[in-house]
């Protein structure tokens, strides 16, 4: 039983009022359990049901009573510094709850016909591991891995569905660079968000309400004079072409692209005409 079933059947043997963000800190203490990298707060009909991404799979967490939804909501805005008000739009915004030392949650607000779905993307420093030699790659493809990262120039491009460790991989990958070369390489970032702070790695955050956006940050990159870039994602034709000219000018270039399959993977690339 996780720890905010045993809450609610806590509150409600002892006919005491639930406290709703404590109801939250559980919720968020089981996910942290999992080493879940998402929490999905889902209003149905019926009931609000909590499920976790763990190792890319959803899995059930709880059910909670549906008149505890909309309080869930306001204090996930409260978090975040949301509109408490606005409920029919969506909302986008980031909280680091202070119980959780180092933990962030980057957080999105959905409007549904049965309330406002919640989605939490957690960051947390003490679950990830940049260790390559950690990732769980088998030893002969960690070798081929190395291999890979070790090579002064190219594009590396990481592929997998939401929450497959695509970025940790990256991350890994940079850390491995960095402990044989040292400071005697320049490596910067362009991502949307900075998810873990690196030393020794120039990080820049997007902001597109502002206009910075992926191409817009690796033209003025590419003036930096770096020798590892590393892109967040790779969302459109313009960006991946700025990827490829990149690689084939000098750089190594590593990213991520969101794909369910190999064969997507593929059909993507084609259609940025790759």
């Known amino acids: 039983m996780s720890a905010t079933e045993q809450y609610l059947e806590a509150q409600v043997a002892s006919s005491d009022e639930v406290d709703v963000p404590m109801m939250v800190n559980y919720i968020i203490q089981d996910a942290l359990e999992r080493d879940a990298s998402d929490i999905h707060i889902e209003p149905w009909e019926d009931m609000t049901g909590v499920r976790v991404r763990v ?19 306001g204090r996930i805005k409260v978090m975040a510094n949301l509109a408490s008000h606005v409920k029919d739009l969506p909302q986008d915004g980031k909280a680091a709850p202070p119980e959780f030392k180092g933990v962030q949650l980057r957080v999105s607000l959905f409007p ?35 291999e890979v990262v070790d090579k002064p120039t190219g594009l590396i491009l990481l592929t997998g569905p939401t929450g497959s460790g695509k970025t940790t991989a990256i991350y890994a990958a940079i850390g491995f660079i960095l402990d044989k070369q040292g ?22 955050s997007l902001n597109t309400a502002q206009g910075y956006t992926y191409p817009i940050a690796l033209r003025s990159l590419m003036r930096q004079d770096p020798e590892i870039i590393m892109i967040g994602e790779i969302r459109d034709k313009e960006t991946s072409e700025i990827a490829v000219n990149a690689a084939m000018t000098g750089h190594m270039v590593m990213s991520t692209l969101h794909s369910g399959t190999t064969s997507g993977t593929f059909a993507r690339l084609i259609n940025m005409d790759i």
């Open 183 to 204: 400071n005697a390489v320049s490596v910067s970032s362009v991502e949307d968000p900075v998810e873990q702070n690196l030393d020794w790695v120039n990080q820049s």
């Open 55 to 73: 190792n890319g799979v959803l899995s059930w967490l709880v059910g909670i009573p549906r008149d505890f939804h909309e309080n869930i909501c």
């Open 112 to 146: 549904t016909v049965y309330g406002e779905k919640i989605v939490c993307r957690i960051f947390n420093p003490e679950a990830k591991t940049f260790d390559i030699s950690m990732l769980g790659f088998d030893d002969e493809t960690l070798v081929k891995w190395k």
